[in-house]
């Protein structure tokens, strides 16, 4: 079988079929994510080396640049990028080039599976016109099917085997068929009447999360403002036994779903004439937060007389969310952009990501040191990763700003420590 995009859900997913038994053919466009596959080198935080390199050395799982070899695979499944254009509108060029590729390979008997996450009728309306073009019949000779990715990178109980699989084929043959694949590597498959409503279900999942999370910004920005600790009201509101679910704010969201998935579905709904306020003003509300931390930064500063012109700034973590290397979206380039062109002079530490380009300039994770903290006139702690020291930082950090809630505990109340 072959696996069309080898990232943070595509290279989980092949290590878990081939463990299962089944050869697995990887294809992506990077060069060095097939050297990386072909040496059992893991660049995911997911899918330990061991296990990858044993799968190579069994020759149960290869990587290839050449998309000539999807003709030998009996089922593909897609799981490439879907971004947003400068437009905020979908960019699925991704899967139109998967499409392409597939099409020119496609034979009687094949399974093709889109994960990518998308607007509801992109699996009927783009890619089905796209295979019948070769001549070939959807449910008489092949199948087509739709199943959204659901992998949550750095979560060591919920992985690709054990969270439900949703699947919606295009006919009963191609749900049947789909439904059999997955059950073969994923404890539990949930099918579902048609590729639109598995479509619809991804979009639905992640548009309930960034509607909630823009609320809780909003909530803490309220907060902020009444003079009231946002993190004590959550705590306190999420005792109630019924009829709450805990949010929590940050610095902004991101990693390559909430941030984009939610556009999907407000741009397919304008295209019918319906306008999703919701999700335009939560997206709104979480894009402002990264300016809101630079702000806080400001004003934090001032009220210890520094200017942010020329202050030194630290920030902690560079990641998206705690213990993982992904820093897709992740609000700390936009802040660490606006602190620079406030003047200050920014630098970074992140166990996880020892280099990144900050503001168009290469940079390089700083040593966490009581030394290299007492040198700095602000610490930005933007994820918590279980690694770090944070009892070194309360320390020796002259001031933090914290939007993460890290110190929570009534003894590290200290009036060097602003939240969020």
Not at 108 to 121: A, M, N, W
Not at 372 to 386: A, E, G, M, P, Y
Request: proline share 7%.
């Amino acid at each position: 079988m072959g696996v069309i995009g080898l990232g943070y859900v595509g290279l989980p997913l092949a290590v878990e079929f081939g463990e299962a038994g089944f050869s697995v053919r990887g294809f992506d466009v990077a060069a060095p994510r097939v050297t990386q596959v072909n040496q059992g080198r893991s660049y995911i935080p997911d899918v330990p080396g061991k296990q990858l390199a044993e799968l190579v050395r069994r020759k149960r799982l290869t990587a290839t640049r050449s998309y000539e070899e999807l003709s030998a695979c009996d089922a593909i499944i897609i799981c490439v990028p879907t971004p947003l254009r400068k437009t905020r509108e979908p960019d699925i060029s991704f899967i139109l080039g998967a499409a392409q590729a597939i099409a020119k390979a496609l034979r009687p008997g094949h399974l093709i599976v889109l994960e990518s996450t998308t607007y509801p009728g992109t699996t009927e309306e783009v890619l089905l016109p796209m295979l019948h073009a070769r001549g070939l019949r959807v449910g008489k000779d092949f199948s087509l099917a739709f199943s959204p990715e659901r992998i949550d990178p750095g979560n060591p109980r919920y992985t690709t085997h054990n969270i439900p699989k949703v699947v919606g084929g295009m006919t009963p043959t191609c749900q049947k068929l789909a439904v059999t694949l997955y059950r073969q590597v994923v404890e539990k498959v949930v099918p579902v009447s048609s590729t639109k409503v598995a479509e619809m279900v991804k979009l639905l999942e992640n548009t309930f999360r960034a509607v909630n999370i823009g609320l809780v910004n909003e909530i803490a920005l309220m907060c902020d403002k009444l003079g009231l600790d946002v993190w004590e009201v959550i705590e306190a509101a999420k005792t109630k036994p019924f009829g709450f679910m805990a949010f929590y704010p940050g610095p902004g969201i991101g990693g390559h779903c909430i941030p984009h998935d939610p556009m999907y579905l407000a741009w397919k709904a304008r295209v019918h004439g319906f306008e999703a306020r919701f999700i335009e003003l939560a997206d709104q509300m979480n894009r402002s937060m990264p300016h809101y931390v630079v702000d806080k930064v400001a004003r934090t500063l001032n009220e210890r007389r520094k200017a942010l012109n020329g202050s030194r700034i630290l920030l902690l973590g560079l990641a998206y969310k705690q213990d993982v290397n992904d820093t897709r979206d992740s609000p700390a380039f936009e802040i660490a952009q606006a602190l620079r062109e406030r003047g200050g002079q920014v630098s970074y530490h992140d166990p996880y990501v020892p280099e990144a380009e900050l503001s168009g300039v290469s940079a390089k994770s700083v040593p966490l040191s009581a030394a290299q903290l007492k040198r700095q006139d602000c610490v930005v702690i933007l994820t918590n990763h279980s690694n770090v020291n944070y009892d070194l930082i309360l320390r020796h950090a002259p001031l933090i700003v914290d939007t993460r809630n890290q110190y929570r505990r009534p003894r590290q109340a200290a009036s060097h420590v602003t939240k969020l």
